[in-house]
């Protein structure tokens, strides 16, 4: 059995990810700070809803073309979990005259941020795992 067939696993895992690229995006932002006209970048927020999308706990909603007079759906749907890892502008609260838009204290904030939720996200993987264990021993 792969422990990402358990859905608290599978769940972590995406979370875990989303904190990883969140982590880089924020590294990219700081490595740009002097670089004139850039702009910020963030994720959308991890939402529990995506998560569940992305494990295959809820099928995303699809349409279904039953006649000719219907409008086909897009060839290439993004899922949910795409659409949060793909990077947006989110410009920070100051832009400085060459327009570049990164603030290295709002950068710091982001990145606190983004690992406090990481070691919660990792102390749970490793509390899940443990009762994984437990209930896994034979009895005394």
């Given amino acids: 059995m792969n422990p990402l067939d358990i859905p608290v696993f599978a769940m972590l895992k995406s979370r875990l990810g989303y904190l990883s690229q969140r982590e880089r995006v924020i590294s990219q932002n700081v490595a740009n700070s002097d670089t004139p006209a850039y702009k910020a970048k963030d994720l959308r927020a991890f939402t529990f809803d995506a998560a569940l999308g992305s494990s295959g706990l809820r099928p ?81």
């Fill in 60 to 140: 995303g909603v699809s349409t279904t073309h039953t006649s000719a007079m219907h409008l086909s759906p897009p060839k290439r749907q993004i899922s949910a979990q795409q659409r949060e890892l793909r990077p947006y502008d989110a410009p920070d609260s100051d832009t400085t005259l060459d327009g570049n838009a990164v603030s290295l204290e709002d950068q710091m904030l982001k990145m606190a941020d983004a690992k406090m939720n990481y070691d919660a996200a990792i102390g749970f993987y490793q509390r899940s795992l443990g009762m994984l264990r437990m209930a896994a021993q034979k009895p005394r």
